[in-house]
């Protein structure tokens, strides 16, 4: 296993070196989370722009919450995708793009739901959490996208009638097996794996950095803090996804 490179590493070191990684890699998968949009203005879920009323969003992004008041989940859905709205993809996003294109394999693992990274132009994207912007029916399972901007609430799906409800992996409930499952696999069979912006702590996410090192993959983590992922990675390059991710991807 090669010496550990991390915060000990001055920063252009850690950036030629990574930079360089990238430019050999055939096969690289990346994992975002909510620091690459916070540089588009995307409140963060915990943070004091993302409270709302007197709730925490822990009480509302539950399957009970939903039982118990759809328009009050909805009204709070309703204020997250207008303040998604009106944000746009960022530099750190139009950086992903162009290594998408320039890799033989690509997967672009995200946290996130705000859509941005398809925004941007990334294809081959696994949405980990869902998407503010795709709803889903209680009766009949139907998905489909939605861009209402306000959106009538509750909504109801217009093939059967049912109640609609956001398509977001709600606290409670698994993720989809699938994701799960191309998440994992493209984790195991990257040569570079490129970590932006998360926290790594939320679980299961929070594991695919150990997993693709286990696997042999080189490990580049882009955060403004030190995270506990920080000490297995190979590079730690500290700053904000806006500008450490064009100057890896120029």
């Not at 296993?1 to 990684?21: C, I, N, Q, V, Y």
């Not at 722009?49 to 822990?58: H, M």
């Not at 941007?120 to 709803?135: D, M, P, Q, T, Y």
């Not at 909504?155 to 998440?183: M, N, Q, T």
């Amino acid at each position: 296993m090669p010496p550990r490179r991390g915060l000990s590493d001055t920063p252009m070191d850690g950036m030629e070196e990574a930079r360089k990684r990238l430019e050999a890699a055939r096969s690289v998968a990346v994992l975002t989370g909510a620091g690459i949009s916070a540089d588009s203005g995307v409140p963060t879920f915990r943070g004091p722009d993302g409270l709302w009323r007197n709730f925490r969003p822990e009480e509302l992004a539950t399957p009970e919450a939903f039982l118990r008041d759809p328009s009050l989940v909805w009204e709070w859905y309703d204020w997250r995708r207008m303040k998604v709205a009106a944000c746009r993809p960022n530099p750190a996003h139009e950086a992903l793009v162009r290594l998408e294109g320039r890799v033989s394999r690509f997967t672009l693992l995200t946290q996130n739901v705000d859509g941005l990274h398809r925004e941007a132009g990334s294809r081959n994207i696994v949405e980990l959490h869902g998407n503010i912007w795709k709803v889903r029916c209680t009766a009949c399972g139907e998905v489909s996208d939605n861009r209402d901007v306000p959106i009538r609430v509750p909504p109801h799906c217009e093939k059967c009638g049912g109640l609609l409800r956001p398509h977001i992996v709600w606290f409670g409930e698994s993720l989809d097996p699938d994701d799960v499952r191309a998440a994992f696999e493209a984790a195991e069979s990257c040569e570079v794996f490129l970590v932006v912006g998360t926290s790594g702590i939320v679980q299961p996410a929070a594991s695919f950095v150990s997993v693709a090192r286990r696997a042999g993959a080189f490990v580049i983590e882009a955060n403004l803090d030190s995270t506990p992922n920080t000490g297995i990675v190979d590079v730690h390059l500290s700053g904000r996804a806006a500008e450490v991710l064009p100057a890896l991807v120029p």
